[in-house]
């Protein structure tokens, strides 16, 4: 029984206020502040703000600006152009100037006539190639000196009885046989088989150690058995 009349009390009174909410003047919400700038601009604008602790402070008046210099003229502290000099003076002058005075002193001579020019660059041309070629011929190719300036290529024995040295000999028989040996000493034969088909590095390894080896127990047995016939000469 008691909800019942709170029930109603409370629905009386929504009634009641719903009443009164429609008898009086309804008032537009804006959500935008376009309306109210419009009507406070029809409005009387408010007086401005005063702070009172600064309110007797008055402005200081402005000082009016200082006129500004006049510019002088131009015209009056430029001095004033001479006189012209008389008729009879200039008359004077251009009948005493020669057209000589004003020629240059070296005249363009490149395209007159007067002083024929032949240039022949042909002749020019093969007297340079000429000495430039009589300059590096030689005879015999021995007589250059000998500059290591490029890698050599090969293996050269030169055939000359004067000035023996590595890569010379006095005959041919001496020659071919010193070729021989330089090749056998450089393995050229060895490096011909081993270059033709591919070597894995496991076998290019092992068979670069065993070669190591055995050249060094060669080495070793030949200065052994040097030392030994040493020694037997000596009566050991």
Same mark, same amino acid.
Request: glycine share 6%; with cysteine.
């Given at each position: ?23 009086? +003047? ?34 200081? +008046? /402005? ?8 510019? +002088? ?63 590096? /011929? /030689? ?23 004067? /000035?023996?040295? +590595? ?70």
């Amino acid at each position: 029984m008691r909800h019942v009349k709170m029930a109603a009390s409370i629905r009386h009174g929504s009634t009641m206020l719903r009443r009164i909410a429609m008898q009086g +003047p309804t008032s537009a919400r804006c959500f935008t502040t376009s309306t109210t700038n419009l009507a406070d601009r029809r409005g009387p604008k408010p007086a401005p703000r005063v702070n009172p602790l600064i309110g007797g402070i008055q402005s200081k +008046p /402005q000082e009016p600006a200082a006129p500004a210099p006049a510019k +002088p003229d131009i015209q009056s502290i430029l001095r004033p152009p001479p006189p012209p000099p008389p008729k009879s003076a200039s008359n004077a002058a251009k009948h005493s100037s020669s057209p000589s005075d004003n020629a240059p002193a070296h005249t363009y001579s490149a395209t007159s006539k007067a002083l024929p020019f032949e240039l022949d660059v042909t002749s020019i041309l093969s007297t340079k190639a000429a000495d430039y070629g009589r300059s590096l /011929q /030689q005879e015999d190719p021995l007589t250059r000196p000998r500059v290591r300036s490029a890698a050599a290529t090969g293996r050269t024995i030169f055939v000359r009885a004067a /000035q023996p040295g +590595p890569n010379s000999a006095p005959t041919v028989r001496s020659a071919l046989a010193m070729l021989g040996r330089l090749v056998k000493n450089q393995h050229v034969k060895n490096k011909y088989h081993s270059q033709k088909a591919h070597e894995r590095p496991g076998l290019k390894r092992k068979r670069l150690r065993s070669e190591r080896w055995r050249s060094r127990f060669k080495d070793g047995f030949c200065a052994a058995y040097a030392r030994v016939h040493e020694l037997r000469k000596q009566g050991w």
